[in-house]
């Protein structure tokens, strides 16, 4: 976008120029995936993991961990490999808790929060990394 001053023209930052339509998109997918952390939260409450607290000790994560975590809006990035392999390890980790990360990889890997095709990529390959892969280790999630 060019923007004229006198006899100057120059180019409008890249950041500046607000493309509703990609803007309004991506802003809709992060509230996607804000939702599905939301989920999360819901769940635990109905589990009956009503403290930030009894929260942690059951996802297996600290209690800042938690916290932030279910804030549903840290970074705007989603839970990280380390955090789901974290949860997903923890003993008495309640069944839907379970079945809420593999749903949550199986849509983040096929793009429904609006990540790159590169992002998805590093975030594939940490999980096969981490042991989660997005195929087959999923399946063999403990208490699948």
Not at 46 to 51: A, L
Not at 53 to 72: H, P
Not at 82 to 100: A, G, K, S, Y
Request: hydrophobic share 40%; charged share 20%; proline share 3%.
């Amino acid at each position: 976008m060019a923007v004229e001053f006198g006899e100057m023209t120059t180019q409008a930052p890249h950041h500046s120029i607000c493309r509703a339509g990609l803007f309004s998109n991506a802003t809709r997918l992060k509230e996607r995936q804000a939702a599905k952390i939301r989920e999360l939260q819901s769940l635990l409450r109905t589990e009956g993991f009503c403290s930030v607290d009894s929260q942690a000790a059951a996802l297996g994560l600290s209690r800042s961990t938690t916290w932030a975590l279910l804030q549903a809006d840290h970074k705007h990035s989603g839970v990280s490999v380390i955090i789901l392999n974290r949860m997903r390890t923890t003993p008495d980790l309640p069944q839907r808790v379970r079945q809420w990360i593999e749903e949550y990889v199986h849509e983040r890997l096929a793009g429904a929060y609006g990540h790159s095709p590169n992002r998805l990529r590093i975030f594939e390959k940490q999980l096969g990394q981490e042991g989660l892969g997005a195929g087959a280790a999923l399946r063999a999630l403990p208490g699948s």
